[in-house]
């Protein structure tokens, strides 16, 4: 595998309008989780990535498998759990500004993922193992399952990226979150954080800053997301920012950094410098935002070169 990943995918309500959640009526079902969306956005680049968890023995866990399966990515690993089910959530559309998620994803088959689950020889012959901070904060199982797999692949030379992806509906205890947050990061070869991230990891507020952190914490590459403004990068060869791409409108941003670190993982395994790395990372977090849903949005290969080099708006 190029890269290989874990964590949970739920099944996803996106809300058929916008307004408060108790006057919609109408959601459209989906697929989302944000590791396995990193998963599918390398496989739609042609990258092999293998993805493992738990989903229950439910229609959405099958749903989850078949779409994976459909997309490429290797679920081999993944396992069907007998007594808990698939993880969901819902999406409100409050307003054209603002999203509400609602997770109902406590004791749900993902959260019960463990040491066990854990194939050794699959990690260790994977180029890339992707970790967000999401999965450490499901359950304890879970945490374990993260630090176990974190010294698999620093014993096999496998290469970390890790994605912070807070998500403080999940965190009780922030202080226990910034140290297995920190944990991971010391261990990681490339962190990608968005701003809030950075400042939650290293208390600093400027990207070169939290960079630097970073770095000082054993990274050997970061890329900071920075929304419209594009993404700031630095290893020790390379520093710089990437400026945003333009777009008419943000349909639903939720996704679009795990577009970010699928276009950039996918970059680096190309031998992409940082910089075009981080340049492939912000086309495809643009890609994802124009687009309603988790993982809809992430291009083919095809497609992205289509946006990269032609502008027209009616492909014929
Ligand atoms: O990054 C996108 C994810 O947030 C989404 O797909 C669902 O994994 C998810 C979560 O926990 O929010």
Redesign the pocket.
């Known amino acids: 595998m190029d890269v290989v990943t874990f964590?949970?995918?739920?099944a996803?309500f996106n809300p058929d309008r916008i307004g408060p959640i108790n006057s919609i009526y109408t959601f459209h079902k989906s697929v989302?989780?944000?590791?396995g969306?990193v998963a599918i956005g390398l496989s739609r680049l042609g990258n092999k990535a293998g993805f493992f968890s738990r989903v229950g023995n439910d229609p959405f866990g099958k749903n989850i498998i078949s779409l994976l399966r459909a997309e490429g990515v290797d679920t081999s690993r993944l396992i069907t759990d007998e007594d808990f089910p698939t993880g969901l959530?819902f999406k409100e559309k409050r307003n054209s500004n603002l999203m509400n998620?609602y997770?109902y994803?406590n004791n749900s088959a993902a959260s019960r993922m463990n040491v066990d689950d854990l194939d050794i020889e699959y990690i260790a012959n994977a180029k890339w193992l992707h970790i967000t901070g999401?999965t450490p904060l499901l359950s304890e199982n879970c945490r374990e399952l993260v630090l176990k797999s974190i010294e698999i692949a620093k014993e096999s030379n496998v290469k970390i990226s890790f994605d912070p992806?807070i998500?403080t509906k999940?965190m009780d205890d922030k202080g226990y979150a910034f140290d297995i947050f920190t944990q991971i990061a010391s261990a990681s070869d490339l962190i990608m954080p968005g701003i809030s991230e950075g400042k939650f990891l290293t208390g600093e507020e400027e990207p070169e800053k939290i960079a630097n952190k970073l770095l000082e914490l054993g990274a050997e590459k970061v890329a900071i997301k920075l929304g419209e403004q594009g993404a700031y990068f630095k290893n020790t060869m390379e520093e710089g920012t990437v400026p945003g791409i333009e777009i008419r409108e943000v349909i639903d941003s939720?996704?679009a950094?795990?577009a970010f670190a699928a276009g950039v993982l996918s970059g680096l395994l190309d031998n992409f410098t940082l910089k075009e790395a981080v340049i492939q990372g912000n086309q495809l977090g643009a890609l994802a935002v124009m687009c309603e849903g988790?993982i809809e949005g992430l291009p083919t290969k095809q497609e992205l070169e289509i946006f990269k080099h032609d502008k027209d708006d009616v492909f014929r």
């Open positions: 964590g949970e995918m739920m996803v989302g989780g944000a590791e969306n959530y998620i997770y994803r999401i992806n998500r999940l939720v996704g950094g795990d988790d």
